[in-house]
């Protein structure tokens, strides 16, 4: 069993994936493990709670909405998927991924065919947009009048 740290890694990895980006990714592998739903893909809303401050007292922001499904493989092991949005292939595939990258077997395959790229274009998605609001920042300052 990999460790928790690493686990959560590649769910957030996962979950934040674009659909497209991951369904095209998995094709490459050309990967076709029997599996059976334990949980089909199922819609639902999450209430999301905010902080003043991060240390004030919690408020609500709003409502999410997000998909969740579990998979079991024939071998037993569990994957489990909470992604945002409405799309269920989505969540069926991140969780189908999440119980084969448990197994020895496909675990290096996928982390560096799938999880490690994925990370990849993440990064370079927030770095794009961290340079874009770097690009529009206005910084105020106060002149004094030598009066």
């Known amino acids: 069993m990999q460790s928790l740290q690493q686990r959560q890694r590649w769910m957030s990895v996962l979950a934040h994936s674009q659909p497209a980006q991951l369904r095209s990714h998995w094709q490459a592998l050309n990967l076709n493990p029997s599996y059976q739903r334990l949980r089909a893909p199922e819609i639902g809303l999450t209430q999301l709670l ?84 770097a690009a529009s920042r206005v910084d105020f300052f106060t002149l004094v009048r030598g009066d």
């Open 50 to 133: 905010g902080r003043m401050g991060a240390t004030g007292r919690r408020f609500v922001l709003g409502d999410m909405t997000i998909t969740r499904a579990v998979v079991q493989l024939e071998n037993g092991a569990q994957g489990y998927s909470y992604v945002t949005g409405r799309d269920k292939e989505h969540a069926e595939l991140c969780a189908l991924i999440d119980a084969l990258l448990q197994q020895p077997a496909n675990h290096e395959l996928l982390q560096l065919q799938l999880i490690e790229p994925l990370a990849a274009l993440q990064q370079e998605q927030r770095q794009l947009r961290a340079r874009a609001v």
